[in-house]
């Protein structure tokens, strides 16, 4: 019999064979879609959180059965926004579930690693030489204290750059520990007292006070420092040697007329939000003087007299070193110069000077610093 040129219809084990393999690929590519997508942005290509283009209407009814995709996230109906939002202030704060607890040495960030700018509670307002440096460093090492190394002279310079300029200075604090700063030109200020009140009339305030003989001298000898050219010292403390009227328009000198800059701080904060450290006694007894500035800030008295050795060589005490630190910390160079040698008479016209302001200035405080 011959045979016929027309082919006979699929047999119905052939159809089955062909629809196993077609369903077999279609599930193959579901699965690797699916593997590639948990792997993140492990390959190049849209990087993690973002939707492949679907190219034909099986592989888009195919992508809408894995996630939802179209929007960016952060969008209406898109993926979850990050847990990174904004803080009043513009800073970062975490609004995600809270990270464990731990030492603040791991790499995840939390309230508690992170902190927050905030500023100044408690301000180092004077006076320049009379140990606003040794202060700042020796309170430094309080575990509830953070503090600015550099001088921001913010209330005296920049205060036109505005309070949110001036937080963005200050180190992050938790809001149990105290920021500080230091800018000893403060005290001698006449708009600092108001402009400090305006910020925070709670804001404590220390004033780090010295003899205001030694200090001319000591002011005197870094200015002389940086411009070998300049006067003598007497020849700018007196007008007029002979008759004693001494040059108070001569800033080494004015700035230890204490009680005259004092009123203009007792106009917008109690005696009981300035706290006076004596200079001479941070020399001697610098435990016992930075106990009574921890008494002060309300802190518990952590600095004692462990954390200090006296230094011969500078002539003033020193931080030993520390559990972070292999070596002791002294303050720099430029602190301890030997003093220019001044005349003996010049220093007893000056001691005459300053006696009625500094008695003035103890009734004030009602401490008696001694310096007669």
């Known amino acids: 019999m011959a045979l016929s040129g027309r082919a006979g219809p699929p047999s119905p084990r052939l159809t089955r064979r062909f629809l196993f393999i077609f369903t077999l690929s279609l599930s193959g590519t579901y699965l690797c879609y699916s593997l590639l997508r948990c792997a993140g942005g492990a390959l190049p290509g849209p990087g993690p959180g973002r939707c492949l283009p679907a190219r034909s209407a099986g592989a888009k009814k195919l992508l809408h059965k894995s996630r939802s995709c179209g929007r960016e996230p952060g969008e209406p109906g898109g993926a979850a926004a990050s847990p990174w939002g904004r803080s009043r202030g513009g800073e970062p704060a975490w609004s995600g579930p809270a990270p464990p607890a731990g030492n603040g040495s791991g790499p995840g960030p939390g309230p508690a690693k992170l902190g927050s700018k905030r500023l100044p509670r408690a301000l180092i307002v004077g006076v320049k030489k009379g140990g606003t440096r040794a202060v700042l ?9 953070r503090a600015v190394g550099t001088e921001p002279h913010f209330f005296d310079r920049h205060y036109e750059r505005g309070l949110e300029w001036y937080r963005s200075l200050m180190p992050r ?8 700063e230091k800018t000893p030109s403060y005290f001698v200020t006449k708009e600092a007292p108001r402009r400090i009140f305006n910020m925070s009339r709670d804001t404590k305030l220390i004033v780090v006070v010295r003899n205001p003989v030694t200090r001319a001298i000591s002011d005197y000898t870094q200015t002389l420092s940086k411009k070998p050219d300049i006067p003598t010292f007497e020849g700018l403390s007196f007008q007029n040697r002979s008759l004693g009227l001494v040059d108070t328009s001569w800033n080494a000198i004015r700035i230890g007329m204490y009680v005259v800059h004092l009123q203009s701080w007792l106009q917008y904060f109690p005696l009981s939000q300035i706290h006076f450290v004596s200079g001479e006694k941070l020399i001697t007894d610098p435990a016992g003087e930075m106990g009574k500035v921890q ?7 952590v600095i004692t007299d462990k954390h200090f050795y006296f230094n011969k060589t500078k002539g003033f005490p020193c931080l030993k070193k520390t559990e972070s630190s292999t070596l002791p910390r002294c303050l720099g160079k430029s602190k301890g110069r030997t003093h220019v040698q001044i005349d003996p008479e010049v220093i ?3 001691r005459d000077f300053y006696r009625p302001y500094n008695i003035k200035f103890y009734e004030t405080v009602g401490q008696d610093f001694r310096w007669e």
Do not use: A, N, W
């Open 348 to 350: 007893e016209q000056l």
């Open 137 to 145: 460093e020796f309170i430094r090492v309080h575990p509830e204290v």
């Open 173 to 180: 604090t938790l809001s149990s520990q105290i920021t500080m």
């Open 295 to 301: 008494d002060f800030l309300g802190i518990k008295r």
